[in-house]
């Protein structure tokens, strides 16, 4: 199957895409947020349409849609009556590190580290690596991210509709595909069309380590704490101020030290995180994060930071604290277990390359839980990169082309819902 795949328009069009400066901010309102996303999504609809897709819509909010009819031999016992499947990828880069003027390298690794301008990049931190040996890695020049979340997933999705074209002697069903803008700053689906899309399930392309498949996230709360003191003239304040920052001082060292914390959790465990801290002796807003698998946990969480807060309160008289919830996101893994011939496949995929499975929850957010309770049940695959949203951000060709596979794959499993047949078996 490998040779379905081309390897150097794979690894080219890579190329090509992280080079365009396509960072989202968090800041504008308008989907997409930063005009230069429109610069990538112009040269897909562009690129699609050359490669021979004749269904491509690139609409007004900067999503691109295109959609290659089933293609069965005449007289097919199940024309017409395939799932459409959809595979998704978001333009976007993360706006925590600069992707502007990304400057690509290829190495072909032979092991040991790579030194980067101000980074380098080894098999001690970065387990991975070590088993890369014989790879072609690429990297940033290390001045700023790599982009390959998730232009990686990209490249990926082109070099699947190519071997589709390329090759007419492959059947397959009805598929779909999309690319989003904004994913980074948890709006990808914001202005996302299902209609447009036409999928019965989906796939997103986003994934990390080589075999990770990922049906379930997080659930996500943001919480905003505001703390209330009272402000006087510092030399007649004796007696009379309340100083806010002190009143947030004594809750934030109230907050456990060795656990519910990113930098304490792993794996099932959830946490609070502080994100963000604001204000004067008047008022402190801190924000929070609260994650969990499980939803009644962030109940929980919520309670036990509200708790520390009146406690801190009480410690300083006068003072008072406000508290919001902003539901955010849930685990998608209620959704895709009703349809687990979505997963199934999915496994069986990877089987077929004889890429070993890493079935790993998401310790985050994705597109697939939104779009998976829009109705769209939406599971992550690997592209194979590591390090992401990072100057140390990097991915293996061979991984990446190992993706493009297990999609192909996926293709025709949906085709014979499981058997093992086909051109491609």
Request: glycine share 8%; with cysteine; aromatic share 6%.
């Amino acid at each position: 199957m490998s040779t379905l795949i081309n390897r150097a328009a794979l690894l080219d069009r890579f190329l090509r895409y992280v080079v365009v400066e396509t960072t989202s901010d968090d800041a504008n309102p308008q989907t997409p947020s930063s005009a230069c996303q429109w610069d990538l999504a112009r040269m897909l609809e562009a690129e699609l349409r050359a490669m021979g897709v004749e269904d491509v819509l690139l609409d007004e909010h900067a999503y691109v849609y295109a959609h290659l009819p089933e293609r069965l031999p005449e007289g097919h016992p199940r024309a017409g009556q395939i799932p459409t499947i959809a595979f998704i990828a978001h333009m976007d880069v993360s706006p925590a590190v600069s992707g502007k003027d990304v400057k690509p390298q290829v190495h072909d690794y032979q092991g040991g580290p790579i030194a980067l301008n101000g980074v380098t990049l080894s098999p001690e931190r970065d387990a991975p690596l070590g088993e890369c040996v014989g790879c072609q890695i690429v990297t940033s020049d290390g001045t700023t991210l790599l982009g390959a979340d998730d232009k990686a997933g990209v490249a990926v999705i082109m070099s699947l509709l190519e071997a589709l074209i390329q090759h007419p002697e492959i059947p397959h069903g009805p598929l779909s595909i999309a690319f989003t803008p904004d994913e980074e700053i948890g709006r990808g689906t914001a202005k996302f069309d299902l209609g447009k899309l036409g999928a019965e399930v989906a796939y997103t392309i986003d994934g990390e380590t080589l075999g990770e498949v990922e049906e379930e996230n997080f659930c996500a709360d943001g919480m905003t704490l505001v703390f209330k003191g009272v402000n006087v003239h510092p030399g007649y304040a004796k007696g009379k101020l309340v100083n806010a920052i002190k009143v947030a001082a004594d809750f934030m060292a109230s907050l456990p030290r060795n656990g519910l914390s990113p930098e304490t959790t792993s794996g099932y465990e959830g946490f609070v995180h502080p994100n963000s801290m604001s204000g004067d002796e008047e008022s402190v807003e801190i924000r929070f994060i609260l994650r969990d698998f499980k939803e009644p946990k962030l109940t929980t969480l919520a309670r036990m930071l509200e708790r520390l807060a009146a406690e801190a309160v009480a410690r300083w008289p006068g003072a008072s604290a406000e508290r919001v919830i902003q539901p955010q996101y849930r685990n998608m893994r209620s959704m895709i277990d009703q349809r687990p011939e979505v997963m199934d496949l999915a496994i069986r995929a990877l089987e077929r390359v004889e890429v070993p499975l890493r079935r790993v929850p998401i310790r985050g957010g994705t597109d697939g839980a939104r779009l998976s309770f829009m109705g769209l049940p939406t599971p992550n695959l690997f592209t194979g990169g590591h390090n992401f949203h990072s100057r140390r951000e990097w991915i293996a060709v061979e991984h990446m082309l190992k993706s493009a596979e297990v999609c192909l794959a996926l293709v025709d499993e949906w085709l014979h819902h499981g058997e093992i047949k086909g051109l491609l078996a």
